[in-house]
């Protein structure tokens, strides 16, 4: 268990589930993904009936932590934290709402793809600098961003790994709508009391025919876990790497 994610448990069935490592621009660790996973995995059976992920003020999440990361990373085989994670994703049973300030980089950009609703603040800065990294995508956002964006804004966000603020984000769908700070996370939470006051079956089955079926997710999540881990393991990605670090 790690204090990195705070847990807060609403009478309602709300869960707010807090990225709270703010002196690394809450970089997700192993123990992080772990926390963050078991809330989602473990949802039904806990009562749950939505999850809101948030982070602090002006920061969602900056990505993986890269040390952490590439110590616990055998490959992209599912085997690590961070693509557990992932891969729960595509699986979850309950409604998930992300309010996001800041920074939202690489994970922090993909997960929110596979939220059911998302609120950002004026100043959310997404981006996804996989290529940059000599990696490829990941959580299957090379099959969803291109079904939402377009082929050709997908290709500058994923090959050119150009950034974009909330109202880019709210233009393509990736978001609801943009907030002000201050009324940031009471938006999220209010949506998601909304979402947790409805009739439970009735709202499970709208979710799961809005989402379709998560086969094809699963395997756009394997194919591209497949290339991550060849790539984590090349030359460029060790170059690419070694600069980040030093750099940082």
């Not at 948030?54 to 993986?64: D, K, L």
């Not at 590439?70 to 490959?75: L, W």
């Amino acid at each position: 268990m790690t204090d990195h994610v705070s847990i807060a448990r609403h009478d309602n069935g709300v869960v707010l589930v807090r990225m709270n490592r703010l002196d690394k621009k809450n970089a997700l660790t192993g123990d992080m993904y772990d926390r963050m996973r078991g809330v989602i995995e473990n949802a039904p059976a806990e009562g749950t009936r939505a999850v809101v992920f948030a982070g602090g003020p002006g920061v969602f999440t900056s990505g993986n932590d890269i040390a952490d990361f590439m110590a616990r990373s055998s490959g992209g085989d599912g085997a690590s934290p961070a693509f557990r994670f992932i891969k729960a994703l595509a699986t979850v049973e309950v409604p998930m709402i992300a309010a996001i300030d800041g920074l939202a980089i690489g994970v922090g950009t993909t997960m929110v793809l596979h939220m059911d609703l998302a609120y950002a603040s004026p100043r959310a800065q997404f981006r996804m600098p996989f290529v940059d990294l000599g990696l490829v995508p990941e959580a299957a956002s090379s099959l969803l961003l291109p079904q939402l964006a377009g082929f050709k804004k997908a290709s500058e966000y994923l090959m050119l790994a150009d950034g974009f603020g909330a109202r880019e984000a709210v233009e393509m769908g990736m978001i609801n709508a943009e907030v002000p700070e201050a009324e940031l996370e009471a938006k999220a939470l209010d949506a998601a009391a909304r979402l947790a006051a409805k009739p439970p079956q009735a709202l499970a089955h709208t979710r799961r025919l809005i989402r379709g079926g998560a086969e094809a997710l699963r395997r756009r999540m394997d194919e591209e876990g497949v290339l991550f881990g060849q790539q984590l393991m090349s030359d460029e990605a060790r170059k690419a790497f070694a600069a980040f670090m030093t750099r940082k």
